[in-house]
């Protein structure tokens, strides 16, 4: 069963959700916000994808830390620490989709196409 990671009113998870539900595939949907993030997921996704993958350096959660914070993020058990105070600064949605296809973030509808369903 794939599961979706994310928060409900970020844009890009909601266009992920609309993806998932006109391709009719099968999810579950787990909102950071409500269930936290996942400690055992994020310990794996800190391998698959990476750190550096779940680590999103674009968003406003990002440019609200201070320059001491964002420099701290240098490895996974920075990252690890960082993101579990800071759930918005995961990079969304991060998607497991199964042994098959394994973690992904962010959402590319042609990626997921071909490499999700």
């Known amino acids: 069963m794939t ?6 009113n970020c844009d ?10 006109e391709h009719n595939a099968a999810y579950t949907f787990h909102d950071f916000k409500k269930q936290g993030v996942p400690e055992a997921e994020l310990d794996q996704w800190l391998k698959q994808p990476g750190w550096e ?7 406003t959660t990002w440019r609200k830390l201070d320059e001491a914070t964002q420099n701290s993020v240098v ?5 690890r620490a960082v993101l579990l105070a800071n759930p918005s600064l ?9 042994p098959k296809t394994g973690v ?14």
């Not at 995961?90 to 199964?98: A, E, L, T």
């Open 12 to 21: 890009t998870v909601k266009r992920a959700r609309a993806w998932l539900d």
């Open 75 to 79: 490895d996974a058990a920075s990252a």
């Open 90 to 98: 995961i990079k969304r949605p991060v998607v497991n989709w199964g």
């Open 53 to 59: 993958a779940l680590v999103n350096r674009r968003g």
């Open 104 to 117: 992904t973030t962010g959402f590319d509808a042609e990626n997921w196409a071909v490499n999700a369903l």
């Open 3 to 8: 599961t979706l990671y994310g928060i409900p």
